[in-house]
């Protein structure tokens, strides 16, 4: 989210710079607007890659709980 308004943000003067021929501040609002694009897009991905991390530990501390009270729920654990 934040990535797409860092975008969005700079486009607005940029487009002004545009309008009035002013070629630097056009430039320099597109590198602020594709750079933060690209951290948006970094930070996304290192936030899912996490996220998918964390499912598959829960998902395995799940399968050893229920084999611990399925053993003990059997009498094999006592």
Do not use: C
Request: glycine share 14%.
């Amino acid at each position: 989210m934040l990535g797409l308004m860092g975008t969005l943000i700079p486009l607005g003067p940029a487009l002004i710079g545009l309008g009035r021929g002013d070629l630097e501040t056009l430039s320099n609002n597109l590198v602020v607007a594709f750079s933060t694009t690209i951290l948006g897009l970094l930070v996304g991905g290192i936030a899912y890659t996490l996220l998918h991390a964390r499912k598959i530990w829960y998902a395995r501390d799940l399968v050893l709980v229920e084999l611990v009270v399925d053993q003990y729920s059997t009498g094999e654990g006592s």
